[in-house]
């Protein structure tokens, strides 16, 4: 689970080696998990280093409820500027 959220970090900065003005405000990472899970420990423990790396502040976001979906659906309401970014887990298949 770990790797997952390491691949998307890194994934999120190579778009952004291009772009040379981004970011210029704080970044909004949401999880769609309560305070203290495991999606919010990954984010914490992502956000801090992401945070130094930009040169911007990384606010994380938590927004429980409906199996994420109220969180996915915020971010996707969002504008699509790269300031509001959702992690996210897949579900587990049996």
Do not use: H
């Not at 305070?35 to 976001?61: C, F, H, W």
């Amino acid at each position: 689970m770990k790797r997952i959220f390491v691949l998307a970090a890194l994934s999120v900065l190579c778009g952004f080696a291009s772009a040379q003005t981004y970011p210029s405000k704080p970044i909004r990472l949401v999880v769609g998990f309560a305070p203290g899970g495991a999606a919010d420990i990954v984010a914490r423990t992502v956000g801090d280093p992401l945070g130094r790396l930009l040169g911007q502040s990384i606010i994380i976001d938590n927004r429980p409820g409906a199996g994420s979906s109220m969180a996915a659906e915020l971010v996707a309401k969002a504008a699509p500027d790269g300031y509001t970014i959702l992690i996210a887990s897949r579900a587990a298949s049996r």
